[in-house]
């Protein structure tokens, strides 16, 4: 009889013991659910952000892309433009020379024509002179 109680205790004992570990098994099969459906959600959201990201990095490169064409572009009409300046500025220099060449022309023809008439007026003057010199 001690042996028919002790066997029962035992069974008891094992069938407490197979219950607690079907509540264990059952609780951690629901985690595992409850963390698969966690990791799953963390994937999509992760695949999210990779597809943002990537949008983002195609964005970015096509923007540099441009703005490194744009800034050639611009480089190169800035280059234009300062070798525009440059003869500008050369013809610019060599117009003021001829400008000053053409008035030193003028002033120089309006003095000899001036000299021409005050030689004129001289020869006038003499020849009246002579005139009144040879009436007296």
Known sequence: ???????????????????????????????????????????????????????????????????????????NEKGKLEELIKKSQDDSQECEKRAVKAEVSVLQTWKETEIWKLQGTIAEAEGNVRMLKALS
Not at 31 to 40: I, V
Not at 46 to 67: I, P, S
């Open 1 to 75: 009889q001690v042996s028919q109680n002790e066997l029962d205790w035992f069974h008891q004992d094992s069938e407490t013991q197979t219950k607690k570990w079907q509540q264990e098994k059952k609780e951690n099969r629901e985690n595992l659910k409850a963390l698969r459906g966690t990791a799953k959600k963390h994937s999509d959201t992760n695949e999210r952000y990779v597809k943002a990201t990537e949008d983002k990095e195609k964005q970015y490169n096509a923007c540099l892309n441009t703005f490194l064409e744009t800034s050639n572009k611009f480089a």
